[in-house]
């Protein structure tokens, strides 16, 4: 599990499965180590059956997209990571303020949920729950660190094979 945390608000991310080439994560939002969602209010169906209730799913090709995000943000960049279907989606920028060292530079993080993810939504759309939280650089690489290892340990068990550092 990498949490992404700021206070008592966090964005879970965990490896879920692999299948066909494609990583699925399960993820959810957190309050003081609680979900923020309503696990009776998030979707379950065939697809949603193989995951914990509670949380949502995103997923992405084997070649794990979300860390060169990640590294970019690292290196003062704005980056967006984008699951493939169903959509989800963390957004990351800096909020640099004259005087600031590369330790307490702020990052604002959102992760956008579609609401597809809710009971009796049927269909993509524009509406989203937004999870929104304000990071150190800190925060950023100790959620990268956990990240990395979540999904190194995660493909050699799904996979076999073993991952260097990403």
Not at 63 to 73: E, H, I, Q, W, Y
Not at 76 to 82: D, F, M
Not at 131 to 156: G, W
């Amino acid at each position: 599990m990498a949490l992404l945390t700021n206070d008592n608000l966090a964005l879970e991310v965990n490896c879920h499965t692999a299948e066909h080439g494609w990583v699925i994560y399960t993820v959810r939002f957190l309050i003081n180590g609680q979900s923020i969602i309503n696990p009776a209010v998030i979707k379950r169906s065939a697809d949603y059956d193989r995951i914990t209730p509670g949380y949502m799913m995103a997923e992405e090709d084997m070649r794990g997209s979300l860390f060169p995000v990640l590294d970019a943000v690292l290196n003062g960049r704005h980056a967006v990571w984008s699951s493939d279907e169903p959509h989800f989606v963390l957004s990351l920028q800096h909020c640099p303020w004259e005087g600031a060292d590369d330790n307490s530079r702020i990052i604002l993080a959102e992760a956008h949920a579609d609401a597809y993810f809710l009971e009796g939504r049927d269909y993509f759309g524009s509406d989203a729950l937004v999870l929104r939280m304000s990071l150190a650089k800190s925060d950023l690489v100790r959620f990268r660190d956990e990240l990395n290892e979540e999904y190194s340990a995660f493909i050699a068990r799904e996979m076999g094979v073993e991952v260097r550092d990403l």
